[in-house]
């Protein structure tokens, strides 16, 4: 081919491919080209699955990050190979073509490579399933208990963590960090779905069932989840927090949930607010060491009023910093963003503080008790319970008085 | 050219209906599968009334079986006399195999009330849902069965059977023998082997 | 898709069935509503098919619309949880079952005997009955809405949550009776496509010369014939459980609610592949046509087309990484979902290099396939990601999932769909879409596509939950491209692709009004239903054709030259076409209209309408079916000999097979 035969073949292909190019790509190129400036930018979602804070979910992370690479990779040969072949073999005039039917030797070729490179990532996935599975390492267990629409957390007694009573909370799974737990998850209703995504996949849980999840956090910190089994009405409203404490930290943990309940002072607010809760809320919700006036203890009774059975423990309320599932929060949000952005030396001790006045979500807390089926879909309406013996699904509107609601709260922050 | 698109041409050599019959019995094994194994998983499962073990008759649904077996049997005597084309014993033997089809529902309905007056009704237990459902799935089909041939011998009455006479006592048999495979094989998971 | 009247057509013999064995006379009328009414004429049903399933994309469509309105910004307020509960379930069954499904039945209706070279199905009643029922099926499901609140409980329907309690409304009821309906349509369907494409094939025509189309029904319809019935007992438990008071999926007797998860991904799977496969046989008709090359690798395309249907039986479990199977189910799982991919991949090369060489010719239908080749690439890669299953543990139930089954169900399914349409247009309907307005539809539909579900990746992997009526500030993360940004992109996107569909319904509606006839064989084919008329006579074809090639008709119009391989034409679509028409033959026996379909099919709702509301219905409905059955089975199928016109008894008289279905 002479330099001048050269140049011509080249001005005709580039001219050929810049017409195509403006004809028919570029609307695609600008749109792909956008995306992947886009996607680079990190967003730090709570949620994101490509940020891992443990082991395990780190292990999943090594084994993805190649396998979307891989992906990409055939991905863009692909659309190179189907755009290249557009713009080569367009009509120019040129004659109906041979009519060749294959080239098996090509074909087998072709099927073998991707078999080969799906066969190597087997071999990796096999291996990370098999240690994901793993339960013979635990150091410490946590009953996890799903129910239509919030997690119930509980400590079975475990000497060496300080827990010589089982601790029953919900709203955040508190645990410490570098250990190996191992969630028991099960449910009371429906299917749900346990997902800290920071921390590992999810695992289902199933009622009549117990599924193990491995969870391990290296760091402490709070890593958020949402239940992912649709799981009805509120399923978008089932939230988790895992919070993840540093050992000595967790130990004040668990000796706070452990400490008695302390009575409000007499002839304050808060006293009142207890008697209104002895009227309303202990039907359902458990406060261990409450007593009624006649010195008996208060013990709650969900399971003749709740058709699941269980209404979450308010012991302790005030150590958490959420509620209803999750959904919402006990702290103001500018205390909420203390604690979730505090440095991993410090959340611990931001965490164990609680909820004080000052910070307490008040607009939240009030709302959902006036009237808690408004603000969070659940069914709590009378005429739907017919199906269910009469018995509520979720917290159910209980015409409280503005006066009992404020003395109630009142009552509530006493529950450290 | 006229031989291929002439009358009953096939690619196969089946015809149509066969093939047809052929395929939805083919269906009919992954229907009879998923019944099946929904009782295997429940079969043991009792958290009221009678076990399986305490209110299975084996002797009287042993007869019932042997009857609806015998049923097979006058079938294929059917199908053989379609193919000599002898009307009389078409609807004879047609007859008999309804008659021990309906001894067999009949059976069952005897079955039913019995169990159902030891205390399992359909909602009892796992067990009492997923037998009756897989049991009675099955008299159904021994029942539409039973249907196809009183109605078959009614339309040969009238000598008024659209297409070939020995083509439709064919489909009907392959049905037939079908349902019967499929009671075989209950009769052996659900009551013969032990829970 | 608008039914356009075509010319009355013209038969060799005039039928007039005067005589009857069934309770009711005959239809005659070859006009009119009742032409259509009373039709077994394939293709009259399959243009009936695909106008209601395009009917059911719109309403699906809808559906879709407000999902996308409700999470186009956090706490949406468009619709409350139970509504949006209902949407999504809804969105989903009708797209799955009332508009890709019918829509692939339609097609395979329609193009399945002419490409075979037969002049019907081997049951024409049985194929008029599935049509109503799945129309009937779709009507019933749909019903709901109107009758207390639809199904709520996701398309997956996965159980306790489907129970009484906590499903209270007739919504579920309602689902699972009208999904039963539409399975009895599939089955009947399937079992009629099995026995005509078994059975049926013109002179010559071996399994390994049947366009590449016909090949993927029949895969399809096997799928179909054994995946029904699982879906089957599965909705049975669940209706019994929900009117009749069984305990299958109730916890406290000891059921296990993984019981119905396995049932329904049995089915689940395989429903996939039906999906998917139709359209891949669109495809594979299309850019053979347009790139003027026979499909390269043709026993390549029909073995990784069968080895799919095979393979995607073992591969259910995939949809459970998360429910807590023991490891090593989820490794075999595993394994068997990364196999399918490989001849997944197969078809994607073959349709590359059947390009490859060709002589590239762009139109819409050729556009369609091409991005189906691409787009569908990304949902099978990303499928890829998920068969690995500890990777699947992070993405299953995120938008991540969402992503991925558009792209490999819209950017597959729907875009060869859509490439059919503009394909076969001139055939069904003898006139030609406007090319100009197709390569808008084309754009806007791809356009709209990626910025819907491209960013539903991105939302997936930053921990986006499916299935939530509401998504929450707390979790959106921080910065310009978060949550908001990303969810606003796929409803700005959603609607742009609604705009691109909407082009595709004016592009039919100025086609219909424009008197242009399109040629005998506007895109220079290749498959034998391009010899015969556009659209073709109801008898399709004038002499049934003797095939002695893989695209035959091509080799009739082309000679190769021995040494250099060039296609030279040799003679036209015209020629060949007279050539038919002097030949013709005298006497066609037709299949005859019959009133016993419609009437049966019309039972069935009534008896499910009656297992809600008062068992009383039902009983009525069981007596139109059993009267109807009596009709069908009294009458035959093609009208005796004695109602025709210039009888000669013992002639040998040239017609169709006659059947009893």
Redesign the interface.
């Known amino acids: 081919m002479s330099r001048r035969q050269f140049d011509n073949w080249l001005r005709a292909t580039i001219a050929s491919v810049r017409v195509v190019l403006r004809k028919v790509f570029k609307p695609l190129v600008v749109v792909a080209g956008v995306s992947v400036v886009v996607a680079g930018c990190a967003t730090n979602a709570p949620q994101d699955t490509w940020q891992p804070k443990g082991p395990n979910s780190k292990l999943i992370d090594d084994l993805q990050q190649p396998v979307f690479a891989v992906a990409g990779i055939i991905g863009l040969i692909v659309a190179v190979a189907v755009i290249y072949t557009m713009i080569k073999y367009r009509d120019r005039g040129q004659p109906i073509p041979e009519q060749i039917h294959g080239k098996p030797a090509l074909e087998i070729t072709l099927t073998v490579i991707p078999a080969l490179i799906l066969a190597v990532v087997s071999v990796f996935t096999f291996g990370a399933i098999f240690k994901l599975a793993k339960t013979d390492d635990t150091q410490m267990i946590i009953n996890v208990t799903g129910q239509q629409w919030w997690w119930e957390y509980d400590y079975p007694a475990q000497n060496e963590f300080g827990i010589t009573q089982p601790i029953i909370t919900s709203g955040q799974l508190v645990m410490p960090v570098g250990t190996k737990v191992l969630l028991r998850e099960t449910s009371r209703d429906v299917i749900h779905s346990y997902w800290i995504p920071a921390l590992n996949g999810k695992r289902d849980a199933v009622p009549g069932r117990v599924h193990t999840l491995r969870l391990e956090a290296d760091k402490p910190g709070i890593y958020a989840g949402q239940c992912t089994e649709f799981c009805g009405l509120s399923h978008a409203n089932m939230r988790m927090e895992a919070v993840a404490l540093s050992k000595e930290d967790f130990a004040k943990w668990v000796a706070n949930q452990q400490a008695p309940y302390v009575a409000p002072a007499k002839e304050t607010l808060a006293q009142q607010g207890e008697e209104v809760f002895l009227n309303q809320c202990v039907r359902c919700h458990q406060v261990n060491g409450l007593m009624r006036a006649d010195g008996t203890p208060a013990i709650a009774a969900p399971d003749e009023n709740v058709w699941s059975g269980a209404a979450p423990n308010l012991s302790h309320l005030m150590s958490r910093n959420t509620f209803a599932g999750a959904m919402f929060d006990l702290l103001s949000k500018q205390c909420r963003d203390e604690v979730w952005n505090a440095p991993s030396e410090v959340v611990g001790a931001k965490y164990l503080a609680g909820v004080t006045e000052e910070c307490l979500n008040q607009k939240d807390l009030r709302a959902w008790l006036r009237n808690a089926p408004e603000v969070k879909p659940m069914y709590a309406n009378p005429a739907d319970l017919a199906v269910s013996n009469g018995k509520y699904r979720g917290m159910p509107y209980l015409a409280l008085s503005e006066d009992d609601i404020t003395k109630l709260v009142a009552y509530l922050i006493t529950l450290k | 050219m006229t031989d291929v698109i002439h009358g009953h041409a096939s690619s196969t050599g089946i015809s149509n209906v066969k093939l047809g019959m052929w395929a939805f019995l083919g269906s009919e094994c992954l229907l009879f599968g998923g019944l099946i194994s929904t009782y295997m998983l429940y079969r043991g499962r009792v958290t009221g009334g009678p076990r399986p073990s305490q209110i299975f008759d084996i002797p009287f649904t042993s007869v019932s079986s042997f009857v609806l077996l015998m049923s097979s049997l006058t079938m294929v005597l059917a199908v053989s006399a379609a193919h000599k084309d002898d009307d009389r014993k078409i609807n004879l033997w047609l007859t008999v195999t309804a008659l021990l089809g309906a001894t067999f529902v009949g059976g069952q309905v005897y079955e039913f009330t019995a169990f159902y007056k030891e205390g399992l009704g359909f909602s009892t237990s796992l067990f009492g849902s997923s037998f009756y459902t897989l049991t009675g799935f099955h008299g159904v089909h021994v029942t539409v069965g039973i249907i196809m041939l009183m109605s078959l011998v009614g339309i040969l009455k009238r000598s008024s059977v659209p297409g070939k006479k020995a083509e439709v006592v064919e489909m009907i048999g392959l049905y037939w023998h079908f349902v019967d495979i499929v009671w075989i094989i209950i009769f052996t998971l659900v009551y013969l082997i032990p829970v | 898709m608008a039914i356009i009247e075509r010319p009355a057509p013209t038969l060799p013999a005039i039928v007039t069935p005067t005589t009857t064995?069934g309770v009711l006379k005959r239809p005659v009328s070859a006009t009119g509503w009742r032409s259509w009414v009373f039709t077994v004429d394939h293709k009259k049903l399959g243009i009936m098919y695909g106008a209601t399933a395009m009917f059911f994309f719109i309403v699906g469509g809808v559906e879709a619309l407000l999902i996308r309105l409700q999470l186009a910004a956090p706490n949406g307020k468009v619709l409350?949880?139970?509504l949006y509960?209902q949407m999504f379930t809804m969105h989903a069954t009708t797209m799955v079952f009332l508009f890709v499904m019918p829509m692939a039945a339609g097609f395979a209706n329609y193009f399945v005997p002419l490409q075979i070279g037969a002049r019907d199905v081997?049951?024409p009643r049985l194929n008029a009955f599935g049509f109503w029922a799945f129309l009937f099926g779709g009507i019933f499901l749909n019903m709901a809405w109107f009758l207390g609140g639809a199904a709520?409980?996701?398309w997956f329907m996965?159980a306790?949550?489907s129970g009484?309690?906590?499903?209270?409304t007739n919504g579920v009821d309602f689902w699972a009776l009208g999904l039963q309906i539409t399975g009895i349509a599939s089955?009947t369907g399937?079992?009629?496509l099995?026995?005509t494409v078994?059975?049926?094939?013109?002179?010559g025509?071996s399994l390994m010369r049947m366009p590449i189309f016909t090949w993927m029904i029949t895969v399809v319809q096997f799928l179909l014939?054994?995946?029904?019935?699982?879906i089957?007992?599965?909705l049975?438990?669940l209706s019994?459980?929900r009117n009749?008071?069984?305990?299958?999926f109730?916890?406290?007797?000891?059921?296990?609610?993984?019981?119905w998860q396995h049932?329904f991904w049995i089915f689940g799977h395989p429903e996939v592949y039906i999906l998917i496969l139709p359209s891949f046989g669109i495809v594979s008709e299309v850019l053979p046509v347009f790139?003027?090359?026979?499909l390269?690798?043709?026993?390549?395309v029909v073995f990784s087309g069968a080895a799919i249907g095979f393979v995607g039986w073992g591969v259910w479990a995939h949809h459970m990484f998360?429910?807590?199977l023991?490891?090593v189910s989820?490794?075999v799982f595993?394994?068997t979902t990364?196999?399918i991919?490989?001849p997944t991949?197969?078809k994607?090369?073959?349709w590359?290099?059947t390009?490859?060489?060709?002589?590239?010719?762009?139109t819409t239908a050729m556009k369609f396939a091409?991005g189906l080749?691409?787009l569908f690439?990304?949902g099978g890669?990303?499928g890829?990601?998920h068969?690995?299953?500890?990777?699947?543990?992070?993405?299953?139930?995120?938008y991540y999932i969402v992503a991925h089954f558009h792209y490999v169900l819209f950017g597959g399914a729907v875009l060869g769909i859509f490439s059919g349409f503009y394909y076969w247009w001139p055939k069904v309907f003898g006139k030609m879409l406007n090319e100009k307005l197709g390569s808008w539809n084309f754009?806007l539909m791809?356009?709209g596509l990626?910025?819907t579900f491209?960013p539903m990746h991105?939302l997936?992997?930053?921990?986006?939950?499916?299935?939530?009526?509401?998504?929450t500030e707390?979790?959106?993360?921080?910065?310009?491209?978060?949550?908001a940004f990303w969810n606003l992109v796929a409803s700005i996107g959603s609607f742009i692709l609604a705009v691109g569909i909407l082009l595709f319904l004016i592009n039919v509606v100025i086609t219909a009004r424009n008197p242009q006839k399109a040629p005998l064989d506007p895109w220079n084919a290749r498959s034998l239903e391009w010899m015969t008329t556009n659209p073709p006579k109801e008898h399709n074809f004038d002499?049934?054709p003797?095939v002695h090639h893989?695209d035959d008709f091509f080799h009739q119009k082309?000679e190769?030259d021995a040494t250099t391989?060039?296609?030279t034409q040799v003679r036209t679509a015209e020629e060949i076409m007279a050539e038919q028409e002097r030949n013709a033959?005298k006497h066609i026996h037709m299949p005859s209209p019959s009133y016993w379909p419609i009437v049966l099919a019309f039972g069935l709702p009534v008896i499910t309408f009656g297992l809600i509301y008062s068992h009383l219905i039902s009983v009525i409905g069981g007596v139109i079916v059993l009267f109807a059955a009596?009709g069908w089975?009294?009458?035959?199928?093609t009208a005796p000999d004695s109602d025709f016109e210039n009888n000669s008894p013992g002639s040998?008289l040239?017609?169709?097979?006659?059947?009893?279905?």
């Open positions: 064995y409350n949880a139970d509960n081997a049951f709520d409980g996701g996965y306790p949550n009484p309690v906590f499903s209270p089955l399937a079992i009629n099995i026995i078994l059975n049926m094939r013109a002179p025509m014939l054994f995946a029904v019935p699982v089957t007992v599965a049975f438990l019994f459980q009749f008071g069984a305990q299958f109730d916890v406290a007797a000891g059921a296990d609610p993984l019981l049932l790139s003027r090359k026979p390269f690798g043709y026993p390549f998360a429910s807590g023991g490891p989820v490794a595993s394994l990364m196999a991919a490989v991949g197969v994607i090369i073959n590359t290099l390009m490859w060489g060709g002589k590239l010719w762009f091409i080749i691409v690439t990304v890669l990303s890829v990601t068969a690995v299953a500890p990777s699947d543990t992070q993405q299953t139930d995120t754009w791809v356009i990626n910025l491209g991105i997936g992997l930053q921990g986006q939950p499916r299935r939530m009526y509401q998504w707390a979790r959106a993360g921080e910065g310009f491209f978060n949550f002499v049934i003797t893989l082309y190769e391989h060039i296609m033959e009596y089975a009294l009458e035959s199928s040998g040239d017609k169709v097979t006659a059947n009893h279905d």
